[in-house]
């Protein structure tokens, strides 16, 4: 086997030591020849507080220059898929894409009436973050900036899809909707779990074997 790189975006409200990252990283000391890097998009609350889609993307493309990377395989968890996503189809250079509960659409009626110009008038929202465990303000730049990602674009690689059917933070329908306009690129499993997927380590290792590393 050739000599690979798998890069893992991890989501919104989490971190590259999350549970996913860690398994992934564990698993993959058995294949020497394969490089396997989880990106921490948001290393401090500072970090956080500015984030936007835009920037992850940069700091992914930055990344890449840095290690003279030529070539990688992606898997993005929620949030991270969507920018996993957004780089492939921006900068190439990907061979296949591995998206677990993708966050792949962004609608404003996933908030409150009044929650939106709320967040305006102040600036900024606090957020409970699981991986830096503690509360970080958020920038209402960040949702301007994905206003500008409501739409996924077309795959640029080969891309497998996990979604749990149970899912109540980034509904199915969504991947669904999304592997339906593109079946000759997209391949959707669907499961009986939830967003975090943790009952389905085993069933998505099994596919960075047969889909990524095959």
């Known amino acids: 086997m050739a000599n ?12 590259a030591q999350g549970t996913k990252a860690d398994y992934f ?5 058995a294949y020497p020849e394969v490089t396997f890097r989880a990106i921490e998009l948001n290393p401090t609350p500072r970090d956080f507080e500015f984030m936007t889609i835009t920037g992850q993307i940069n700091r992914l493309r930055q990344y890449v220059l840095d290690h003279q990377f030529e ?8 949030l991270g898929g969507q920018v996993a996503l957004h780089y492939a189809y921006r900068y190439g250079g990907v061979d296949k894409l591995l998206l677990l509960a993708p966050a792949l659409f962004y609608s404003v009626s996933r908030y409150e009436p009044n929650e939106l110009a709320q967040w305006q008038i102040s600036g900024v929202r606090n957020l409970w973050h699981d991986g830096l465990q503690e509360e970080a303000p958020l920038r ?27 899912d109540d933070v980034v509904p199915i329908t969504g991947s669904r909707q999304y592997a339906s306009a593109n079946p000759d690129n997209v391949t959707l499993i669907e499961v009986d779990s939830d967003h975090r997927l943790n009952d389905q380590l085993l069933l998505i290792w099994d596919h960075i074997q047969t889909f990524l590393l095959g």
Do not use: K
């Open 140 to 166: 209402y730049q960040f949702h301007l900036d994905r206003l500008q990602y409501n739409h996924p674009v077309h795959p640029p690689a080969p891309t497998v899809i996990i979604h749990g059917r149970n």
């Open 4 to 15: 690979q790189t798998i890069i893992y975006l991890h989501g919104f409200l989490s971190s």
């Open 71 to 78: 070539s990688v395989s992606l898997i993005g968890s929620s």
């Open 25 to 29: 990283g564990q698993q993959i000391m």
